[in-house]
């Protein structure tokens, strides 16, 4: 038992490729506490998005110990929910249908209610009629967030959710998600390969080895200073996170950072 809302412990993670073990988590010890933001940054395939599905559920583990609120994860719930890159919106259903799928056990009038409140949250109240065709990709993510909170969970897991906007977007969104976190206290894991965005959001930045993926460092941030971008901290925080990445490598430019 513990009293984190997440708690993982000496993780071990293979997969079989080709009938062979393949390891991709190695020893992954990670506690959360309720209402905190924690980021996720490594290289690609590294096993970010196999730690976050593990948590929700979505995959099975054999080595280690992983629990919700103090009880081991075997299988998904509605306590955690799920954002991915691609917003995963049915095309043939309206927003508010999308938003509200997974509320099988509301009235018809508990659902709609539960609907609305989360559209307006996303900032897409209006919207509800529309399909996901009508929708720029921003809004879209809006959608597939608000979806992940209409069934109120206290965990929200985010899998590289604004990788496909532009820089803009994306900062908007950025803000929107710590917005709706102070709001609706949710826990979130969130995993990005902009480590601008990792550092922004993150009261704690989970820092990721390649494949198998060891946490190399969980660096705490500061909570003023990390929300502004040209702060000193800010760049600090930038060149830890980038030295880990390219601690190997001697191109000076690299070490600069102006990549
Ligand atoms: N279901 C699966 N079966 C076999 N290999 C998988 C499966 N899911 C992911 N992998 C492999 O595990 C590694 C980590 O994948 P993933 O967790 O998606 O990495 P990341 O999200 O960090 O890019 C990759 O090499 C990927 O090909
Ligand atoms: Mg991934």
Redesign the pocket.
């Known amino acids: 038992m513990s009293d984190y809302i997440i708690n993982v412990e000496h993780l071990n993670k293979q997969?079989?490729?080709d009938k062979k073990p393949?390891e991709?988590l190695r020893d992954i010890n990670l506690k959360v506490e309720k209402g905190e933001f924690v980021t996720i940054v490594?290289h690609?395939?590294?096993?970010?998005?196999?730690?976050l599905k593990i948590i929700c559920g979505l995959?099975d583990y054999e080595d280690g110990v992983v629990e919700r609120n103090g009880h081991a994860v075997n299988g998904p719930g509605p306590m955690c929910g799920m954002v991915f890159q691609d917003h995963r919106l049915l095309p043939w259903l309206k927003i508010k249908d999308n938003v509200g799928f997974g509320l099988k056990d509301l009235s018809k009038e508990e659902r709609a209610a539960n609907v609305k409140r989360h559209l307006e949250l996303v900032g897409l109240a209006g919207f509800e009629n529309s399909y996901p065709a009508q929708l720029s990709g921003g809004m879209s993510q809006r959608a597939a967030i608000a979806r992940g909170l209409a069934n109120n969970p206290s965990i929200l897991l985010l899998d590289e959710p604004f990788g496909a906007l532009d820089a803009l977007t994306r900062i908007q969104m950025q803000k929107e998600i710590l917005r709706i976190q102070e709001e609706e206290k949710t826990t979130m894991i969130m995993?990005t390969h902009d480590i601008d965005e990792a550092i922004y959001l993150g009261n704690r930045i989970v820092v990721m080895s390649a494949?198998p993926?060891e946490i190399k460092e969980i660096i705490k941030t500061d909570p003023v200073q990390s929300k502004r971008r040209g702060s000193a901290e800010f760049a600090a925080y930038k060149k830890k996170i980038y030295n880990y990445f390219f601690e190997d490598s001697d191109v000076e430019y690299e070490i600069e950072y102006n990549i």
């Open positions: 997969f079989l490729v393949m991709v490594g690609s395939g590294c096993g970010k998005s196999t730690l995959v995993v494949r993926g």
